[in-house]
């Protein structure tokens, strides 16, 4: 669920609160929004996808805080890693991973 | 209701689209392509609602060539009881051959070549639904987003003339008066938190009954997807490269059969004691793993972000519930348009049955998102036309909220009821698989019986002191509706059919080979529809094309 929101990587876009689909966020005006239904949070990435600024981190435990501190994400580069696959992150191409699948597929096959 | 009633935004459209997945936006586009104005009205964002765009769903985009459809059409005609209608997945495959390269193009991309099996590979659904999304607003489709519909308006006829609700942000009422309504805001899941699946809480089952519509299919609702413990992502595709271990680390074999796990035999297991996974079988190529990986994005977000390797590593394993939206039941699809048994109401996506190409069986993998794009684009077009044939006088009409249960108390209380126990309540009956996998007259009475006090306990007055609290005493209600559809609809039909698998009648009974139609409140009932297709003999050369 979502762990946190980086309190020195927030650009205040807002866009968090914009696009969460259970809506998990509220705004602060003036401040970095806050996460005021954890609770809600349905553990499905997509606010840390359309984060621009790589500050939110979604956990895989859907039930339970991971207890990870923003050092630890550091450390373990998780900020934008999802992004970043989804070929959403700058620079990223979305498309850029179809052709190279198509590649490993022509060279170890595929089951779909 | 004082929040509903009270003014707020207020608009008027040829087609309102409840919902913000891909049905609903391909009904938008659809209907305003035939000349409708359009409004959309969304309980999160068009653009990450719904399990599409949290998860992903391959579709296949096949030239009309029957040696590349029929596999499509056979592949799970018989796992699905025979229930999928031919010349449904005709028009579907149609419509999916047709729009589906659209994207592509709207995104900015080059269309892929076909690969061997004359299909080619989607995008993820996020991508998707970002394009889609962009079309729309390109297009003047007003979207409101984070606005749940909490009621449909009628006109004195009963016709169906638009929908109502909250914007949660700013806690103000919306009201759009239409010509038509098309229900495509999901299925229900029962807040079981599979991926994606928690703004589908059964809503549009609801509504649709309240204005006298009926569902069908709903007992095939106990769709069920294998995810590591404690989390959220339901990708099951690569359990085909599984190796399941006991807590020994001993193997356990026989939990895939045919190439793909088996949810009745990982359930029976996971009642025994808890289950480990390897991908272990044909993944040692690193160019196999880098393959995966790029595949499938959400599937490894799981692993990365807990330091799990998954092809080397074991890691414990649950079976989440994903209801009717990997499973079939919703509202009932009365003629070749999409239509509702209700005037002025259409349904599409997951919100409808989609026993229509799916039968029994889950449409996950591909029909599901065939049907979405289908269903989509046939029930905004039809929308559209029925609205132009209302006029101009569409909008002086009369009109009155429909909803009821968890909008207001029907029978006050002193106290409110508290919305998360009759959640939890409702998920004891519906999470346990030796409650909804498999079923027996026992276990369904006993279910329902349940089922039934929590439906006479939300008959009183909903906590409604905050937004949050006015939409979550309605989902309630939606969720406790839809259960209880579920299992009577699973109680009367008296054979084991599809994923519907009843102990009791082990036999699938070729005397109901026939749709359930199931609806009521307070009272429910059931009555059985005739499948308007004999069946379809699998030919011998197709099934061993699908084989191979």
């Keep these: 669920m979502i762990e946190l929101v980086s309190e020195s990587r927030c650009i205040q876009c807002d866009k968090?609160?914009?696009?969460?689909?259970?809506?998990?966020?509220?705004?602060?005006?003036?401040?970095?929004?806050?996460?005021?239904?954890?609770?809600?949070?349905?553990?499905?990435?997509?606010?840390?996808?359309?984060?621009?600024?790589?500050?939110?981190?979604?956990?895989?435990?859907?039930?339970?805080?991971?207890?990870?501190?923003?050092?630890?994400?550091l450390e373990r580069n998780l900020f934008g890693a999802y992004r970043k696959n989804l070929g959403w992150a700058k620079g990223g191409n979305p498309i850029d991973s179809l052709k190279r699948i198509q590649e490993l597929r022509e060279l170890v096959g595929s089951p779909f | 209701?004082?929040?509903?009633?009270?003014?707020?935004?207020?608009?008027?459209?040829?087609?309102?689209?409840?919902?913000?997945?891909?049905?609903?936006?391909?009904?938008?586009?659809?209907?305003?392509?035939?000349?409708?104005?359009?409004?959309?009205?969304?309980?999160?964002?068009?653009?990450?609602?719904?399990?599409?765009?949290?998860?992903?769903?391959?579709?296949?985009?096949?030239?009309?060539?029957?040696?590349?459809?029929?596999?499509?059409?056979?592949?799970?005609?018989?796992?699905?009881?025979?229930?999928?209608?031919?010349?449904?997945?005709?028009?579907?495959?149609?419509?999916?051959?047709?729009?589906?390269?659209?994207?592509?193009?709207?995104?900015?991309?080059?269309?892929?070549?076909?690969?061997?099996?004359?299909?080619?590979?989607?995008?993820?659904?996020?991508?998707?639904?970002?394009?889609?999304?962009?079309?729309?607003?390109?297009?003047?489709?007003?979207?409101?987003?984070?606005?749940?519909?909490?009621?449909?308006?009628?006109?004195?006829?009963?016709?169906?003339?638009?929908?109502?609700?909250?914007?949660?942000?700013?806690?103000?009422?919306?009201?759009?008066?239409?010509?038509?309504?098309?229900?495509?805001?999901g299925g229900v899941a029962w807040l079981s938190k599979a991926l994606g699946c928690n703004t589908n809480t059964g809503d549009g089952a609801l509504m649709a009954v309240e204005v006298g519509g009926e569902l069908s299919g709903m007992e095939f609702s106990?769709?069920?997807?294998?995810?590591?413990?404690?989390?959220?992502?339901?990708?099951?595709?690569?359990?085909?490269?599984?190796?399941?271990?006991?807590?020994?680390?001993?193997?356990?074999?026989?939990?895939?059969?045919?190439?793909?796990?088996?949810?009745?035999?990982?359930?029976?297991?996971?009642?025994?004691?808890?289950?480990?996974?390897?991908?272990?079988?044909?993944?040692?190529?690193p160019e196999t793993r880098e393959m995966l990986r790029l595949m499938q994005p959400n599937f490894f977000a799981a692993f990365d972000k807990t330091g799990i390797d998954p092809f080397e590593q074991k890691w414990e394993i649950t079976l989440l519930l994903e209801g009717t939206v990997r499973g079939t039941g919703g509202i009932r699809i009365a003629d070749d348009e999409c239509g509702t048994t209700v005037r002025g109401l259409y349904a599409a996506g997951d919100a409808a049955s989609r026993e229509l190409n799916c039968g029994g069986f889950t449409g996950g993998a591909g029909p599901n998102m065939t049907w979405a794009i289908g269903s989509g684009n046939i029930a905004g077009r039809a929308a559209a036309d029925f609205a132009r044939s209302l006029g101009r006088s569409s909008s002086r009409r009369n009109v009155r909220g429909a909803g009821s249960v968890g909008l207001e108390a029907v029978r006050p209380t002193e106290q409110t009821w508290d919305a998360a126990s009759i959640v939890r309540g409702v998920q004891d009956e519906v999470f346990p698989y030796d409650k909804n996998i498999f079923r027996s007259e026992k276990t369904l009475l006993e279910s329902l019986a349940k089922l039934e006090e929590f439906w006479k306990t939300i008959q009183g007055t909903p906590l409604q002191?905050?937004?949050?609290?006015?939409?979550?005493?309605?989902?309630?209600?939606?969720?406790?509706?839809?259960?209880?559809?579920?299992?009577?609809?699973?109680?009367?039909?008296?054979?084991?059919?599809?994923?519907?698998?009843?102990?009791?009648?082990?036999?699938?009974?070729?005397?109901q080979r026939h749709y359930l139609a199931v609806g009521g409140l307070d009272k429910l009932w059931t009555r059985p529809v005739p499948v308007a297709e004999e069946v379809v003999e699998v030919p011998e050369e197709k099934a061993k094309l699908q084989l191979a």
């Design chain 1, 16 to 73: 968090c609160v914009k696009v969460c689909p259970t809506n998990v966020f509220d705004a602060v005006p003036g401040n970095n929004p806050v996460i005021a239904r954890a609770e809600d949070c349905q553990t499905c990435f997509l606010c840390e996808a359309y984060c621009p600024a790589d500050a939110l981190y979604v956990d895989a435990r859907a039930y339970e805080h991971s207890g990870l501190s923003e050092d630890d994400l």
């Design chain 2, 1 to 185: 209701m004082s929040r509903l009633n009270s003014a707020g935004l207020v608009l008027e459209a040829d087609v309102l689209v409840v919902g913000g997945g891909p049905a609903a936006a391909w009904a938008a586009i659809a209907a305003q392509e035939r000349g409708a104005t359009v409004v959309v009205a969304d309980k999160g964002y068009l653009g990450t609602s719904g399990a599409y765009a949290a998860s992903t769903s391959g579709h296949k985009v096949l030239p009309p060539i029957s040696l590349l459809r029929d596999p499509v059409k056979f592949e799970r005609y018989a796992l699905g009881g025979y229930l999928a209608q031919h010349k449904w997945w005709d028009r579907l495959l149609e419509i999916t051959y047709d729009r589906a390269p659209r994207i592509w193009e709207w995104g900015g991309y080059e269309i892929p070549a076909f690969d061997r099996s004359g299909s080619y590979r989607g995008l993820q659904g996020s991508e998707t639904m970002r394009i889609l999304r962009k079309v729309l607003l390109q297009r003047g489709i007003k979207i409101l987003d984070q606005s749940p519909a909490l009621e449909l308006l009628v006109d004195e006829e009963g016709t169906v003339a638009g929908a109502r609700g909250l914007q949660r942000q700013t806690d103000t009422s919306w009201t759009v008066r239409a010509g038509s309504t098309v229900l495509a805001n």
């Design chain 2, 222 to 285: 106990a769709h069920y997807s294998p995810a590591p413990k404690h989390s959220s992502v339901t990708k099951s595709a690569y359990y085909l490269y599984a190796s399941y271990y006991d807590k020994e680390g001993n193997k356990i074999e026989g939990l895939n059969r045919n190439g793909h796990r088996s949810t009745s035999a990982i359930a029976k297991e996971l009642l025994k004691g808890p289950v480990f996974v390897q991908l272990d079988k044909g993944t040692e190529k």
């Design chain 2, 465 to 511: 002191d905050t937004a949050q609290h006015f939409i979550r005493s309605r989902e309630v209600a939606g969720l406790v509706a839809t259960a209880r559809w579920s299992y009577y609809a699973g109680l009367q039909r008296t054979e084991t059919r599809g994923m519907h698998k009843r102990l009791d009648f082990p036999q699938t009974d070729p005397s």
